[in-house]
């Protein structure tokens, strides 16, 4: 006889349970079996020793839960800052009014925070007092998301998970701790960072999580740009920037730090987006490729700068967003061509050739085949040397004068740029003979 509907639908609801079981106990194998540098070993051993509680903490043990090694290993402890500088012969007291000791064990740096909890934010991004705690839980219960309130002790092989931190990472789902509101009231970034944490690991958002977002705007306002930065810069590089972008969009995140994108019209956002997505894994690409189309040169530093990225990393991004539009040179002559490469620098090549081709890619996939051949072109006029700028010249600024009869001028300014209009137009021209007849003729009346 078979099942009935009701019998089938526990006897799936069971096995997914089963399934969920084994995943979960697979989540923790992970744990157990991960690589735990010795240095760090030693120090949870040496405070166990002293009967500390103690505990790896945060985004180490969601890594290892995923079986992907952390970049870094904190530690926490029930033990004071003090208790834990007179366990260990060297230690940097790095943020000791907040519980952090800095442990120098075999050379390596080892971060270890006394347990805390910590008093109101009254200014959207740290904590007006912070008080140290003896219980690992109530220290879990100040963090962000539930994937990084999850604490181990490597010793005892002990996972402490009080707010379903195993589950939603099973579940492939960013929730905060508690009360999504209160979480991001407390730091403006965190909703940003929700976001970023959503793009990188390819995970959804907690529906509460998520309708947080735009009721908390004001605080995220008040955070310095430099952490905006950084947390757009992983979002950038992540494997699913373009879904990032959009998620940015729709909670309204965008608009508080680039309302040049937040605000264009959808088409032309949704294609900066998988443009994005095409582009190669580095920032400026990837930051000239998502403004390429929605502003100038002009606008692109700015945005640059304003939000706190180097001088040098705005100029870059300004002169690719300047030259992203390649389609226009499609035909053009070597000469004109020499010119783009005098604009860019030969050594920017390999960035513009990568913003054009991801842009094209997105916008415009027939007309690669043309691009690419464009590309081509430059890459080997490129490879070829040409003179493109004033020190390329065959005459120095001294010969220069020379063949004037001047001292230092603004006429020898002049004469220096019409040498290199000269052997961008041809190459063949920049021997000392040449360009000195070249002189004798610009110098000429009628010529002037």
């Avoid at 783009?340 to 920017?348: E, I, K, T, V």
């Avoid at 890619?361 to 027939?366: F, G, M």
């Avoid at 007309?367 to 493109?388: K, S, Y």
């Avoid at 137009?425 to 040449?434: I, K, R």
Wanted: net charge neutral; with cysteine.
């Amino acid at each position: 006889m078979g099942l009935g509907r009701r019998e089938v639908g526990r006897y799936k609801a069971a096995r997914a349970a089963g399934h969920a079981v084994l995943a979960l106990e697979h989540m923790i194998a992970n744990l157990h079996n991960a690589d735990i540098p010795k240095a760090v070993l030693d120090v949870i051993a040496r405070l166990r020793e002293l009967e500390h509680a103690v505990y790896l903490v945060g985004g180490c043990v969601r890594d290892m839960v995923r079986q992907v090694h952390p970049k870094d290993f904190d530690v926490a402890t029930s033990a004071l800052p003090q208790e834990v500088q007179r366990a260990f012969r060297k230690v940097i007291p790095t943020g000791i009014q907040h519980g952090t000791v800095t442990v120098l064990q075999d050379g390596t740096h080892v971060e270890v925070t006394t347990f805390r909890s910590e008093g109101d934010y009254l200014d959207g991004r740290r904590p007006s007092s912070v008080a140290f705690e003896r219980d690992i839980v109530k220290d879990l219960s100040r963090r962000d998301f539930t994937i990084n309130a999850m604490a181990y002790n490597p010793l005892d092989r002990e996972l402490v998970d009080p707010f379903g931190g195993q589950a939603d990472l099973q579940a492939r789902l960013i929730r905060c701790v508690g009360s999504a509101q209160e979480r991001f009231s407390e730091d403006g970034l965190r909703p940003l960072r929700a976001v970023r944490f959503a793009a990188v690991l390819g995970f959804t958002l907690d529906g509460a999580t998520r309708d947080a977002i735009p009721a908390t705007l004001g605080v995220f306002r008040k955070v310095a740009l430099e952490r905006v930065r950084e947390e757009l810069v992983k979002l950038l590089l992540s494997p699913r920037a373009e879904s990032g972008l959009l998620l940015l969009a729709d909670t309204g995140l965008l608009d508080v730090f680039l309302p040049e994108l937040a605000r264009a019209e959808p088409p032309a956002a949704g294609l900066a987006r998988a443009a994005v997505q095409a582009a190669p894994l580095e920032v400026e690409v990837r930051l000239a490729v998502l403004l390429a189309d929605l502003v100038d040169r002009a606008q692109a530093r700015d945005i640059g700068l304003r939000l706190k990225f180097p001088n040098k990393v705005a100029d870059l991004v300004a002169l690719l967003v300047e030259h992203a539009k390649a389609e226009s040179q499609v035909g053009a002559t070597d000469a004109e061509l020499r010119r783009l490469l005098a604009r860019l620098g030969p050594s920017q090549v390999p960035h513009w050739r990568a913003v054009v081709h991801a842009r094209t890619h997105a916008r415009r996939p027939e007309a690669l085949p043309e691009v690419d051949a464009l590309i081509a072109r430059v890459e080997a006029i490129a490879a070829a040397r040409p003179p493109l700028t004033a020190k390329d010249l065959a005459l120095t600024g001294g010969d220069i004068m020379a063949a004037l009869g001047v001292g230092p001028s603004p006429i020898v300014g002049e004469a220096t740029r019409f040498l290199v209009d000269s052997v961008l137009e041809d190459p063949g021209l920049n021997t000392a003979e040449a360009l000195q007849a070249r002189l004798k003729a610009w110098r000429a009346p009628s010529a002037r």
